[in-house]
C-alpha cells in the first residue's frame, strides 16, 4: 500500500459495493479521500486466503476514524436477484464497534449514503430518524457528501 | 469558520459536457465540446470555485482548487 495507514485519524473504512455498475461512484468517492489528504480503507485492498474476510473487515473499521456506508445497493435489480446484505451487515458491525467500544470509538464519524433519500428505510427502519445522504447515483454528489463529511472530521490539508 | 469549499463540476451529459455547480438541481450550461466546458467552468475558479473534470464514465479527471 502506498500511504501510511498508522494513523487512524486519517483512515476512512469504505463500505460500498465493489462491482462494475458501481465503479462509476467507486471512483470519484476514493480520489475525493485522497484528495482530502485521508485514506481509504477498503475489503479488498489486500487479498490473502488465510484471512477470513470478517475479521479483516473488523480490523479495518477499528483502525478507521470514520467510516461512508453506501446502502444504494440494497434492493435487487432483476427477477429472482437476492439483495445486497454485506453493505447493511458491516454497517452494524461499525455501530455495534462504536456503542460497546472506548471514548474515542464512540467518536467517530460515519457517513451513510442511499441512492433516494428514504428508500432505505423500506428495508433498514431501523435507521430511521439517522442522518442519511443520498448521492442520486451521480458522481458530483458523491464527491460533495464525502467532501463535506470529511471537512467535517479534520481540516483538510 | 471558514467558508464551505464550492466545487463546480464537469460531467458528461448525453447532449454533451455540462457545468453544474454543487448542489444545483440543474447544470448552468451544457456545452458540444468538454474543452469549452471546462474553459467556462475557470472562470468561477476565480469566484472560489474548485473546478472538478470527470471522464465519461463518472471517474476524476483533474481537480483544480480555486483562484481566489
Known amino acids: 500500500m502506498p500511504w501510511d495507514t498508522n494513523d487512524p485519524s486519517k483512515n476512512v473504512f469504505v463500505n460500498c459495493p465493489f462491482d462494475s455498475e458501481y465503479v462509476p461512484l467507486l471512483r470519484p468517492l476514493l480520489f475525493t479521500i485522497l484528495y482530502l489528504g485521508y485514506n481509504p480503507r477498503i475489503a479488498s485492498e489486500r487479498s490473502d486466503s488465510g484471512e477470513a474476510r470478517i475479521q479483516k473487515i473488523c480490523e479495518l473499521i477499528k483502525q478507521s476514524q470514520m467510516s461512508i456506508h453506501d446502502l444504494s445497493r440494497l434492493r435487487s435489480t432483476r427477477k429472482n436477484e437476492f439483495f445486497r446484505l454485506n453493505m447493511p451487515f458491516e454497517l452494524g458491525i461499525d455501530i455495534g464497534c462504536r456503542m460497546g467500544g472506548e471514548s474515542e470509538v464512540r467518536q467517530r464519524k460515519c457517513l451513510i449514503l442511499a441512492k433516494e433519500r428514504y428508500s432505505y428505510q423500506r428495508a433498514l427502519s431501523d435507521l430511521s430518524g439517522s442522518d442519511i445522504k443520498a448521492h442520486n447515483d451521480q458522481p458530483e454528489e458523491i464527491v460533495r457528501e464525502v467532501a463535506e463529511r470529511c471537512s467535517d472530521v479534520v481540516t483538510p490539508k | ?68
Not at chain 2, 35 to 57: P, S, W, Y
Open chain 2, 1 to 68: 469558520m471558514p467558508s464551505p469549499a464550492k466545487r463546480v463540476h464537469i460531467i458528461s451529459r448525453e447532449s454533451g459536457w455540462a457545468v453544474k455547480k454543487e448542489g444545483a438541481s440543474r447544470a448552468s450550461r451544457v456545452y458540444e465540446k468538454k474543452e469549452t466546458a471546462i474553459e467556462n467552468a475557470k472562470r468561477l475558479q476565480r469566484t472560489g470555485h474548485d473546478v472538478v473534470v470527470h471522464k465519461r464514465d463518472g471517474s476524476i479527471q483533474k481537480w483544480e482548487k480555486s483562484k481566489k
